[in-house]
């Protein structure tokens, strides 16, 4: 496993993990990490809190479970309506107003649980000695800032502030505590009222942007840029830790639809006319074919690749008991009234009982949707082992599949670009391509007959461009046609939906919000579960179950084993 992808899979635990605990503590099911960020539901949760921006490289779980910890406190303790009402619009204030809100959630932290107060306390202590350590407590504003945090932290906690730290604060807090007295015994006497311990917090905070204001006031020219610079610095540590690291995947880049919000009917498609579907092995030489067939026969057997152990281990996830009659003669269990004669003709007969007997089903299916666009060609033999061995083993564990595949009819819009030109080029005129959705394997057949046609994965005039939101919604409409009990979607892609032209005539993020906007509402209807697999790149921005791979360096027995996990994984 390369480092990045190590990273990546370490993070995506972690936030797991957090989430769960998220979750436990708050009552709030529906709470998830997607790209690194966290969510309710489909609504993105904010953390303002300085102390609670942490960064992967440097902090250490300790840290993430507090950050959870304390999150959780604010689900509970914090009516989010009334914050926003009293929160403060100077960007100061409003910083120390959230610092102080979460500080107070923090202080409610249950007595029966000793190990959340030690990790709200580790985290704020890691907070502290990464901030002072970044040289920003040497400019006034910064060292203003740590102090009021740390005098408050220090009054609500009922802790001594850090040992570290506290004789570079004492000439600060010895200035300013006469000022923030009132308001500091003011919340420490108003912790479970949050509305009285809101108008205490807003002083303190109005107090301290005032300080700022006027610090930067008395200086000269020179010194009021050089102290700006010195805010914009410590906000920068304050609300988010800036990371040079590279050793971790790419995230899938998203951003706001503009069109896709302003639409009235949602989103758009120009023209269906050019659509198509076809059969992937109709599209190749059968020849090619056999030529195919044989390259990754051998490049499976070069990797030693173990589909038997595969196959129980999906087997084993994928599969629940089922009653299959009755198991007679045993010496416990269910009377059989049967065998009571035989107490009678020998008394010492102990075999007179019968148990229900269980075998492993797996009432499920598998579907792969293939992402073709132009920059999978370069994982294509990857993939195509990925997925050949994947089916085969399905098989053995008795679990249908199917193999699709989705790319454009063209590059650039081809035919439906250029009927939106003859008329004249409409504004927002939606998706401004060709769709060719391909099936590779459909569900009732069996990976003996299908193994030539999977193998069209590797014909590289095939890829082209990709529409990932109405491939989604494709493969999930194949699926729910489906009776199986289980029915699972896995996407395989490199990137973002893109088709250049569909940009060009939209926004950048038209295809990206739509494809966001099909997975939220398959997972509500909940007839399909959706797993994205990232090529080397983390998918969780689309999908809420992900795997960043590094494919091909990390195509092992240990991958694949990782993808059934992901697969099998039972939705939350």
């Known amino acids: 496993m390369s480092i990045p992808q190590g990273k990546t899979r370490q993070q995506q635990k972690g936030d797991d993990l957090c989430a769960a605990i998220m979750r436990a503590l708050s009552g709030e099911a529906d709470i998830h990490y997607r790209g690194q960020r966290l969510y309710q539901g489909l609504r993105q949760l904010q953390v303002h809190a300085p102390h609670l921006q942490t960064d992967p490289a440097h902090d250490d779980f300790s840290s993430f479970r507090g950050t959870a910890d304390s999150i959780a406190l604010r689900l509970l303790h914090t009516d989010p309506v009334l914050h926003r009402q009293l929160c403060p619009a100077d960007p100061v204030e409003r910083l120390v107003f959230e610092l102080l809100e979460q500080l107070r959630v923090e202080t409610m932290a249950p007595d029966t649980m000793p190990g959340m107060t030690q990790n709200l306390r580790h985290r704020f202590?890691?907070?502290?000695?990464?901030?002072?350590?970044?040289?920003?407590?040497e400019s006034s504003s910064g060292i203003l800032l740590y102090t009021v945090f740390q005098i408050c932290w220090s009054r609500l906690i009922g802790q001594p502030v850090l040992e570290r730290t506290e004789g570079l604060i004492e000439s600060t807090r010895a200035a300013i505590a006469p000022i923030l007295g009132k308001d500091l015994l003011g919340i420490?006497?108003?912790c479970r009222d949050q509305s009285v311990y809101a108008q205490h917090a807003r002083?303190?905070?109005?107090?301290?942007?005032?300080?700022?204001?006027s610090d930067g006031d008395a200086q000269d020219d020179n010194q009021k840029t050089n102290a700006k610079e010195d805010v914009k610095s410590a906000f920068r540590l304050l609300l988010q830790f800036d990371s040079d690291e590279t050793d971790t995947m790419t995230v899938a880049a998203t951003g706001q639809s503009k069109v896709l919000e302003d639409a009235?009917?949602?989103?758009?498609?120009?023209?269906?006319?050019y659509d198509r579907q076809a059969d992937a092995g109709s599209l190749v030489r059968k020849a090619l074919l056999r030529e195919y067939r044989e390259r990754i026969d051998q490049r499976i057997v070069?990797?030693?690749?173990n589909i038997p152990r595969l196959a129980r281990a999906l087997m084993k996830l994928l599969a629940l008991p089922q009653r299959d009659g009755w198991s007679f003669g045993e010496e416990e269990g269910y009377l059989d009234g049967r065998r009571l004669t035989q107490l009678i003709t020998s008394p010492a007969?102990?075999?007179?009982?019968?148990?229900?007997?269980?075998?492993?089903?797996?009432?499920?299916?598998?579907s792969f949707l293939v992402d073709c666009s132009g920059s999978m060609k370069t994982h294509a033999e990857s993939i195509t082992i990925l997925i050949d061995v994947l089916v085969r083993a399905l098989e053995q564990a008795g679990v249908g599949s199917e193999v699709l595949g989705f790319t454009t009819g063209a590059w650039n819009g081809g035919r439906a670009q250029r009927d939106w030109m003859r008329t004249g080029s409409p504004a927002n005129p939606g998706r401004l391509n060709e769709l060719f959705h391909m099936v590779f394997k459909n569900a009732q057949q069996t990976w003996r007959r299908a193994r030539p046609d999977i193998t069209a994965l590797l014909k590289a005039d095939l890829y082209r461009e990709g529409i990932d939101g109405e491939a989604v919604e494709w493969a999930?409409?194949?699926?729910q046609l489906r009776?199986?009990?289980?029915?699972?979607?896995?996407?395989?892609?490199?990137?973002?939906?893109?088709?250049?032209?569909t940009n060009l005539a939209n926004d950048e993020f038209y295809l990206a919000n739509h494809l966001k906007q099909v997975v939220a509402r398959q997972e509500l209807r909940g007839e399909v579960e959706i797993c994205g697999l990232g090529v080397g790149l983390d998918l969780s921005t689309y999908y809420s179950r992900s795997l960043a791979t590094d494919l091909p360096h990390s195509l092992n027995n240990g991958l694949l084993l990782e993808i059934a996990q992901l697969i099998g994984a039972r939705r939350r």
């Open 476 to 479: 999930c409409k194949r699926l």
């Open 302 to 305: 070069e990797l030693g690749i």
């Open 264 to 273: 009235e009917h949602g989103y758009a498609i120009f023209s269906t006319q």
């Open 349 to 366: 007969e102990r075999r007179l009982f019968r148990l229900e007997q269980y075998k492993p089903d797996a009432d499920c299916l598998i």
């Open 483 to 501: 009776n199986e009990k289980r029915r699972i979607l896995v996407v395989i892609s490199d990137g973002c939906p893109m088709d250049s032209a």
């Open 125 to 137: 202590a890691a907070w502290s000695h990464a901030f002072h350590q970044s040289g920003l407590t």
């Open 203 to 213: 002083a303190i905070a109005a107090m301290v942007g005032e300080m700022i204001r």
């Open 188 to 190: 420490r006497r108003n």
